[in-house]
């Protein structure tokens, strides 16, 4: 965030690849966004260089927001070494010139894309999230004029009505990822597509969360230390995901597990989504009952690959 | 006793001059059925929605008594308002099912909708309330979890008037409620209807070209004709003896079984 003539790289781009001009309308968009928690702000939203849905609006935050010293580390399904956090970490090392990093707690910009680190968040952090539906109503009412009324005017009874749906349904509310929650008591929000896992999180954080959406060019915002609730029925509560078994390498509790496929006879292990999470337990000696397969499997430390 | 709604020289015309309808004025207190009838085009459905508050009238007011306030303006209600009035203390039976029904919410969801908008947050609750309402309008309870596209028409408009019934609004504008059922079907859901409204002592405004559906439900009737009201009076009277040529025209162009 400084208007020091910067070039990229090779020379030929802006800082942080976006115009100053840009920058200044979509922090415009933020600030109005922080200010209206949970509120979509329509912004102007740039062609990126990148397909929609691979993270545009998400890139375009962390571009207006990204300043010289800040460390980035960029999250796909909680990994670190996947094809979309890959391909934005260098895009940011390249347009930016920017630190990367995989370690939550060294990062002070934290991209991502459904999931939230396991490690706590702090005040000096900031967590952007790439959002491919921003509208929580948008399968009820296909109306956007009718949901912006909704919204204005907290005529929130239909997003219950879906709930209603699955219980009827299934016996239980069956969304588990991208579940509506309301924020500041007021308006009511996507989180995006994290799991239902990730939600309580979102509650009382210390550190600032913003939600891009590129192609439907909206903007939102949850403040440090806000209200954040996930909706529920008073006799169907709100229940996050548990697992029965521990990561099969760390060993870690009370984390998102991804399960992974190992042959083509059925061999399968849960293994922590947050993969800085599971490398810096391993690090620190934590085993699970796979530990020692780790290595053959391609589950090392990924420093150096991108 | 006061009048729940209350028009005054209602009129509209839409763009371009065309009217809709003109100088409409009339009481209609609680627990009671207006029935409007008239041909196509004479601005029934016109004044149905100035009356509900979809349309604007261009000339006249709509007043309403939403909770003992006394007679209000109805468009003078900030939008929120009228939109909770919508939801609460007033119900649209449309013609169409499908305009009133959310197609791909089970019928369970769509009679439970009004009192999720209005905050019930109980689910055995709600359940047991759609429950309730569906059976009064003889859906088997077994159909509670299916979407109303696996229902027959007459099927349909009948979740259709749970969904409406079941926040108990004090007043229900009807359009052709039993327009494009058969005559079992319609003889049996007229015979519903009445019982419900009767029961609840909910007033109403209904719509039709159908005169039995009048003279079942309602006890006052208007005659419209291009625009405007050219009889009113009881529903037996209008029927029995009909003094404006239009009115006398219209009794008897309907066949006697």
């Known amino acids: 965030m400084n208007s020091r003539a910067f070039h990229s790289v090779d020379g030929t781009y802006n800082f942080a690849y976006l115009d100053e001009q840009t920058k200044r309308m979509i922090r415009r968009t933020l600030l109005k966004a922080i200010a209206v928690p949970g509120y979509q702000v329509p912004f102007g939203g740039r062609e990126m260089p990148m397909a929609y849905g691979w993270g545009t609006g998400g890139i375009q935050i962390t571009a207006s927001i990204i300043g010289r010293d800040d460390t980035l580390k960029v999250i796909d399904q909680g990994a670190d070494d996947t094809t979309n956090a890959v391909s ?4 940011f090392r390249r347009v930016a010139g920017v ?3 995989e370690e939550t707690s060294k990062a002070t910009l934290i991209q991502t894309r459904h999931r939230i680190p396991e490690k706590q968040l702090t005040e000096k952090q900031i967590l952007v999230y790439q959002v491919p539906q921003p509208e929580p109503l948008w399968k009820l009412e296909p109306r956007e004029v009718e949901t912006r009324k909704l919204h204005a005017y907290s005529e929130y009874g239909l997003m219950h009505v879906k709930l209603y749906e699955d219980i009827s349904r299934h016996g239980e509310i069956i969304t588990t990822y991208d579940y509506p929650v309301e924020v500041n008591a007021r ?7 994290i799991p239902k896992f990730d939600n309580p999180k979102m509650a009382m954080m210390p550190a ?6 590129g192609r439907e060019k909206r903007i939102y915002a949850i403040p440090p230390y806000t209200r954040v609730r996930s909706l529920d029925f008073d006799d169907h509560p709100f229940k996050p995901q548990r697992f029965d078994k521990p990561c099969a390498l760390c060993g870690a509790e009370e984390v998102f597990l991804d399960e992974v496929i190992l042959d083509d006879k059925g061999d399968h292990m849960f293994v922590c989504s947050d993969s800085d999470h599971c490398r810096e337990r391993r690090a620190a000696g934590h085993t699970g009952s796979r530990a020692s397969d780790a290595a053959d499997m391609g589950f090392v430390p990924t420093e150096g690959l991108n | 006793m006061n009048a729940l709604l209350e028009a005054q020289s209602v009129g509209h015309s839409y763009a371009g001059g065309q ?3 003109e100088d409409v004025s009339f009481r209609l207190y609680p627990g009671e059925v207006l029935g409007v009838v008239g041909e196509s085009g004479s601005g029934k459905s016109t004044l149905l929605g100035c009356l509900s508050g979809m349309i604007e009238p ?3 007011s709509v007043r309403f008594d939403a909770g003992g306030q006394g007679l209000r303006d109805v468009f003078s209600l900030s939008e929120p308002e009228r939109r909770l009035l919508m939801r609460t203390d007033w119900g649209i039976v449309r013609q169409n099912p499908r305009d009133g029904l959310r197609m791909n919410v089970s019928a369970g969801g769509n009679v439970g909708e009004r009192l999720m908008a209005v905050g019930a947050r109980n689910y055995t609750e709600i359940r047991g309330e759609a429950l309730d309402w569906l059976t009064r309008v003889e859906i088997p309870s077994g159909r509670i979890d299916d979407l109303p596209r696996t229902f027959s028409g007459g099927m349909q408009q009948r979740v259709q008037i749970a969904r409406i019934l079941v926040s108990k609004p004090r007043l229900v504008f ?3 409620p039993t327009g494009g059922l058969d005559v079992s079907v319609q003889a049996r859901l007229l015979d519903l209807l009445r019982g419900l409204v009767r029961d609840l002592g909910v007033a109403a405004v209904v719509v039709t070209h159908d005169l039995a559906v009048v003279r079942l439900l309602s006890d006052r009737l208007m005659v419209m004709r291009q625009g405007r009201v050219v009889e009113s009076g009881l ?3 209008v029927l029995d003896d009909p003094q404006h040529p239009y009115s006398q025209l219209l009794v008897s162009s309907v066949l006697q079984a």
């Open chain 2, 174 to 176: 009807m359009d052709e």
């Open chain 1, 88 to 91: 934005i970490r260098r895009f």
């Open chain 1, 99 to 101: 630190q990367t990093t």
């Open chain 2, 19 to 21: 009217l809709g309808c």
């Open chain 2, 58 to 60: 261009s000339q006249g």
């Open chain 2, 235 to 237: 529903t037996d009277q």
């Open chain 1, 208 to 213: 600032l969360q913003l939600f891009g959406a």
């Open chain 1, 187 to 193: 308006h009511i929000m996507s989180p995006s597509p």
